[in-house]
């Protein structure tokens, strides 16, 4: 019925003499929507702003399709500020549509304009892993940082950046670039951005073995995270904290945080972050010598992400192809490869069941069976 209402209207508005302005006050209000909620997607509000803009997606959807035909000028700032609910939603495909549109006029843009859009450019690409377009982004945006007088900006470029460097194994690179990125951040009122920073200089800092450093910096960035409510990075960090957890050889720590980070990454609704978890309990089914189990779940964190369109980010990719490579080591290559695939094939809601039925979670269910066919 509502799309029959929403067909006849439709035919209604288009026989109107006034449609045009009508169209451009429809996607003003919505543009105003989207600027509003730039600043409060990085707030204490942020839960809130993520299921209005979910409920707004169709007609910012509109907009933005609108700006693309009659007035491309606000769009460079329109999708930097959206992109944290393009990127906390599984909202990417789109997005990504619409910058490729976008980016064949790039050099004609004021400098400012120019640099939101390579940064959004550059987040989304690596966020869904093309690693090609991820590095020609950032060729363009690097030569502008000097030109940037936008603080905020400025010091996200450094951390969009950062990430680029990982994609071409840069590691210390990375680390000064997240580094510099952070201590501009610091002396603003960033929290979410600046926990991510902190993120990203953990991540890269337990691949390099600095396991004090990450420490200091993965606790401050999940005291962020929880002081200001941000689920999706308290999620995040806490798979950062079981992984490094992991490594120091201190297992019982690992499992609360990971299974903590799991429950909050299936209430966000956030297909990356699942996965994380799962590749985070496939490192602890490794140590606790289950190695089987670890493969089934690096091929549900894989299959998972395939499907809709990501890849691990740049900051875990190397560390989970390690993790792969040690799993295939402990249980054949043979083994591994019929177990990994048969774990790609599982749903959300089987590779949940696969970790919670497991021995030493928290339930006592059944133990889930690698061999199995996945359920629907």
Sequence with gaps: ??????????????????????????????????????????????????????????????????????????????????????????????????????????????????????????????????????????????????????????????????????????????LRQASMSLEELRGQAEPFWTAVALGTAGSVETGAGRYDDALVHLREARELAERFDHPWLTATIGVLLGSLAVVRGRREEARPLLEEALELSLAGHSTNNVALCLAGFARLMLVEGDPQQAAFLAGAAEGLRRRAGLRAWPMVRRPETQLQAEIRQALGADRFDETFAAGTRLSRRAAVTAVRDHPGAGSDHRTASPGQDPPT
């Design 1 to 174: 019925m509502l799309e029959t209402v929403r067909a006849f209207v439709a035919e209604q508005l288009a026989a109107r003499a006034d449609l045009g302005e009508i169209e451009r006050r429809y996607a003003g209000y919505y543009r105003g929507l989207a600027e509003e909620a730039d600043k409060q997607l990085r707030g204490v509000d942020q839960d809130q702003w993520l299921e209005r803009l979910e409920t707004e997606a169709g007609n910012l959807a509109a907009t933005v399709r609108w700006h693309l035909v009659h007035d491309r000028g606000p769009l460079p700032y329109l999708f930097r500020a959206l992109w944290p609910f393009w990127f906390l939603r599984d909202r990417m495909g789109e997005a990504r549509g619409w910058i490729d549109q976008m980016l064949p006029t790039v050099g004609a843009l004021e400098p400012l304009a120019r640099a939101e859009l390579l940064w959004t450019a550059l987040a989304i690409a690596a966020e869904v892993g093309d690693d090609p377009a991820a590095l020609a982004a950032r060729q363009r945006l690097s030569p502008l940082l000097t030109g940037i007088d936008d603080p905020y900006l400025h010091a996200l470029s450094q951390l969009a950046l950062a990430w680029s460097l990982l994609i071409t194994g840069d590691a210390d690179g990375a």
